[in-house]
C-alpha cells in the first residue's frame, strides 16, 4: 500500500503543481472563464445539477482512505470525465481506479474497480421559487478485477437538484435508484443525499452532507453517513478539495478521509 500511496500521491500532485497552474487563468485570460464559476460533482456525494457546457471537458481526479469491517481501503484516482454537448446535455465515464484492501493479520488484496458511461441531461434550470433539476443515467460494466467487480451489467439513475439561498448559502440532493448484481442476484438499491454548501473568504468553499443507502448490502441493512468538506479555486479553471466523514448507522466506513482536484478545459471536439 505504501508503494501505490506514493505513486498516486506523486501523480496527483504533478496534476496540482505542474498541470494546474496552466488552467488556473483569470476569466479574461481563458476561454472558459465565459462559463463562470467552476461547479464540479466532487468531492462531495452529492451529484450537482450543472452541466458542464458546450465545448467542455472536465476532468475530476481523487483519492480517498477508509476504514470499514476491520479492514482499511485505499482508492484511486477516482477519475471522472465530462464533457459537454450542448448547453443541457454531457456526456459521463467514472471509474474509482486501483483499490487495494489490507485486513487482519495483514492480509491484502488489490484490484480495479468497475467502469461506468453516463449521461447528465438539464431538465430545468433554476427559477426564483424552484431549483434546477437534472437526470442522470449510468451503466456500469464489468471491467474490474473478479474480487472488486460486480460481474455483470448495472444501471442506475440519479435525480440531482440544487438551489441557491441567501447569504451565500445553497442546497442540493440526490435520489438514486440502482440494479446491482449480486451473488443472489438482483439487488435495487435506493440512496438519498442532502448537502449544503456556503462561500468561504480567500476563494475556499465549505459544505456539509449527509447521504444514506437502502438497502446497504444483502443483508438488508441500511447506512447513513456525515461527511464535511473544503474547496479551494486555482484560477478559473481549476480545484483542489478535502474531505472526511464517518457513518451515523452500524453499517457503512467507520471513517473516510480523501482529497483530490478538477480541471476544465475548453475543446473544439464537439463545437461551441
Known sequence: MEYTWSK?????????????????????ESPAGALGELITDRPDFT???EVVGSGVFQFEYGMTLDHESRAVHFSGPELLVRTGIGKRFELRFSGDGLVVERALRNSRARGFFDVDFGAKISVRGESRF???????????????????????????IKVAYSKGLPA???????????????PGGRLVQESYSWSVAHSLP?????????????PWDEEG?????????????????AQVDVRAGRRLTASGPDWFFGFGLAIR????????
Open 8 to 28: 498516486t500521491a506523486r501523480t496527483l500532485t504533478t496534476l496540482v503543481f505542474v498541470v494546474a497552474p496552466a488552467f488556473a487563468q483569470s476569466p479574461a
Open 47 to 49: 451529484e450537482s445539477s
Open 130 to 156: 424552484l431549483p434546477s433539476f437534472s437526470l442522470i443515467p449510468a451503466l456500469s460494466l464489468p471491467t474490474g478485477s473478479r474480487n472488486f467487480s460486480s460481474l455483470g451489467y448495472d444501471p442506475s
Open 168 to 182: 451565500g448559502f445553497s442546497i442540493a440532493g440526490n435520489v438514486n435508484a440502482a440494479s446491482l448484481s449480486t
Open 202 to 214: 480567500a476563494g475556499f468553499g465549505g459544505y456539509w452532507e449527509v447521504f444514506g443507502f437502502t
Open 221 to 237: 441493512s441500511q447506512a447513513w453517513i456525515a461527511n464535511s468538506g473544503v474547496t479551494h479555486g486555482l484560477g478559473a479553471n
Open 265 to 272: 478545459q475548453p475543446s473544439h471536439l464537439f463545437g461551441r
